[in-house]
């Protein structure tokens, strides 16, 4: 098919809507191709909506064009035939045969900050917004095992290299910025395995279904065989998983936490007991503490199930955690330390990056029925495609109602109270791009990772700006730009505040669900743990005796996530599920034996509850500062992610669309340092070969291009791998060694900076392995003695001069342990 670009694809368009063909092509701009599409189906988009994707595409065609406008011909008889244009902001000339249409520019006299090209330009223009962090960083020699050449940014390599390097038993939380691939991370764990050697099954937990196959079609698509995920209510599927993972013939398996901690648990178990459970990955770990606090309360249980695999395992196979997630607050960080630490240390690794590509508009609150007026008008006039956000389930349910009757019949309908057949097929046709606009509540987030969404309007006031952020997150993903418009009403805010309102459980009333809870304990073997029902009445008193179901024992669980947090007990898990057990159960181990005292609840239990409550009113606050101040988002988002200024990247908002100097400026990108060395101990063999000073020189022939050497120099990299050195850095050298460093690591976990200078490298710490080129200067810091942990091998050409004495060669004035290639070789593969 014939991909048409820029001025190419609007002329194939408009010869399109003069005449449909059936000769296929299609546009590398996502709005051409839309209409595209739309017009060749005609049937499915009213005139209403394709009047919408028409005037997206004269406005962005405007936007290539040095004249800044841009018209097409809609021929007589077309299906905009009778339709009034000036609805969406389109004026039409006659001519014979036909209309000339063009775009008006849309500003409306409800925004203070217009621009002179319109509201909504700015997105429909798709201009690229991504270079101050998308370009992408030299790839590791493995990458080609999942079809990469490259890494998408020095954020996702410095993710990738420390989760490969986690050692067993530790965990390790990513922050990486949206769009920069964080599943790459788990589909080279299941390829590759961990750096110390260690393969075997990695498991991925997923909040939602819908997210789960979007992991497994993307992962079968990359080499890995199916199926994959565990999908509720297939039978078929999930038994030959099962059988697979208990034959240990899968790498990879992703499912919710609530099969993780149901029908998964025990053929995981098993992986587990036989040390070949590699890896226990949470995608979207941020809803631990956001969604396993309030309901799902089997994100927390998560915690107890890896620590019963972790200690079923022998020690040197002990499971990885991995935690990732793009929007992490310090709470969230908090709540997973507290959970996912132990038995190995618990580390973090911030690549996170602020959006460029977002144009964020905030207009102040008005009467309700003017605010949905203004709301109608930005839907016949903001780029597609669109989410519209608002708060409350009826909200949702009325805007459906409401833009049906405009004339918007391409739209669907998301909110808590979706059935989940009907939302996995809303996420499947809005992945599709079959969808121009979604309305939801936060209930339409996670999942719906597409790419090409121009358009997040709220006709609300989120309670937090983390849920804010999150949601206008849902656009630009393509890099391209993006309009986020908050159009509120006066009793938004009210609504807001509510929703802040934590509720989390009083001392008093937490204690007394303990009690009730512990009092029908049930002993196990282990010293000081028992297995407790959730689904027990809070106490035997007349208002609480007939208490029951699955909202009070949500509540129970709350209580239990409330004491592991503040320390008194630590979760292990529900019991292992075998299709027999009778209500809830959950397992814990007290770690402190004044659990059943007033006194110890109001010293440690309430200080976390208070916690919690001051984050929900802290959050708003930062909602409220942001709509009143219409400032620039980016300091409030720093702060709230506990972001540094290397996190800085400028999008667009009030401060600056007038003054475009006063956007700051973009940090530089810096690759964050791995937290984990590549390797602790190294093989005897290689250190036998190091002097006291933990180096060692290799001379070579620069100008050797023989098979034999090819062949010696590819064993001799095997060797220092497999001795323990997984960091390479080569500095100007040839082809040659480059195809060898290359071939030994296109299989194993290896890392390789190819680099002009040895200063300008970027490896893991641990041993390493430097290359240097012909003709290159020596500097005298490479051969600096080295730390434990730290050994180097460097390999230097024969004719390398010594720095500090012109004309003379190094190799005559060393002092430390040096070989000619051949001799270390020899020795190092004996």
Known sequence: MTRLTDHEAFQALQAHIAKPSEEPWSAASPAIDRLRQAWRLGADRSQLELAVLLRQVLVREASQRQSGSARLLMPSGSPLDGFDLGRVGLEASPLSGGQLLSARAWRPDWTADDTDDGLEAYASSEAWKRTDFGSVAEGDPFLGQVGHSAYQSVGQRAAVRAALTTPPGASLTVSLATGEGKSLIFQLAARLGFSDGIRGLVVVVTPTVALAIDHENAAIEKGFSGPIAYRGGDDTSNAQLIQLIRNGRQTLCVASPEAICGPLRACLGEVADRGDLSALVIDEAHLVDAWGTGFRTEFQSLSGVRRDWIARAPSHRAMRT???????????????????????????????????????????????????????????????????????????????????????????????????TAREQVLKRWRAGDLDLVVGTSAFGVGIDYQHVRTVLHACIPETLDRYYQEVGRAGRDGRAALALMLPALGDESVAQKLSDVIVISVK??????????????????????????????????????????????????????????????????????????????????????????????????????????????????????????????????????????????????????????????????????????????????????????????????????????????????????????????????????????????????????????????????????????????????????????????????????????????????????????????????
């Open 322 to 420: 991995l935690l990732l997630s793009a929007t992490l607050t310090p709470p969230s960080l908090q709540t997973l330390e507290a959970l996912f630490s132990g038995p190995g240390p618990f580390e973090v690794l911030s690549a996170l990056r602020l959006r460029s590509e977002l144009d964020y508009r905030v207009v102040p609150p008005t009467p309700a029925s003017l605010r949905d007026d203004r709301v109608v008008e930005a839907l016949r006039h903001a780029p597609r495609p669109a989410i519209l956000y608002v708060t409350r389930v009826a909200d949702a349910e009325a805007w459906r109602v409401r833009l049906k009757a405009e004339g918007f019949s391409n739209i669907a309908m998301v909110h808590g109270g979706t059935a989940a």
């Open 509 to 830: 009333r937490g204690l007394q669900r303990w009690t009730s809870m512990f009092d029908r304990r049930l002993g196990l073997d282990a010293p000081d743990t028992y297995l407790l029902p959730l689904d027990v009445a809070p106490s035997q008193e007349a208002d609480d005796i007939d208490m029951q179901g699955e909202r009070n024992s949500d509540w129970n669980a709350r209580v239990l996530a409330l004491m592991a947090r503040a320390g008194l007990v630590e979760l292990l898990g529900p019991p292992v599920w075998d299709g027999n057990r009778v209500g809830p159960h959950e397992r814990v181990r007290i770690l402190d034996f004044e659990h059943s005292r007033e006194e110890t609840w109001r010293d440690r239990v309430e200080p976390v509850r208070l916690s919690l409550h001051r984050a929900g009113a802290g959050d708003l606050q930062r909602m409220k500062d942001f709509v009143r101040q219409q400032d620039c988002p980016s300091p409030a988002l720093l702060n709230l992610y506990d972001c540094g200024p290397e996190a800085q990247a400028c999008a667009r908002c009030a401060k600056c669309r007038p003054q475009p100097n006063a956007r700051a400026p973009s940090q530089p990108r810096l690759e964050p340092l791995n937290p984990w060395p590549t390797s602790s101990l190294l093989s005897e063999t290689l250190s036998g070969l190091l002097d006291h000073n933990r180096r060692a020189v290799v001379w070579y022939d620069p100008l050797a291009a023989d098979r034999g050497f090819r062949r010696r120099l590819r064993g001799c990299f095997e060797a220092l791998h497999d001795c323990g050195v997984q960091s390479f850095g080569l500095v100007a050298t040839s082809a040659t060694i480059d195809d060898a460093v290359t071939t030994v690591g296109v299989d194993r976990v290896l890392f390789v900076s190819r680099v002009d200078r040895h200063t300008r490298r970027r490896l893991p710490r641990g041993p390493e392995v430097l290359i240097l080129g012909s003709g290159e200067t020596l500097d005298r810091t490479i051969l600096e003695p080295r730390a434990l942990g730290l050994e180097r091998v460097i390999f230097m050409p024969r004719d390398t001069l010594d720095p500090d004495r012109p004309g003379v060669y190094l190799s005559a004035t060393y002092a430390g342990r040096q070989y000619d290639f051949n001799t270390f070789y020899s020795r190092l593969t004996v």
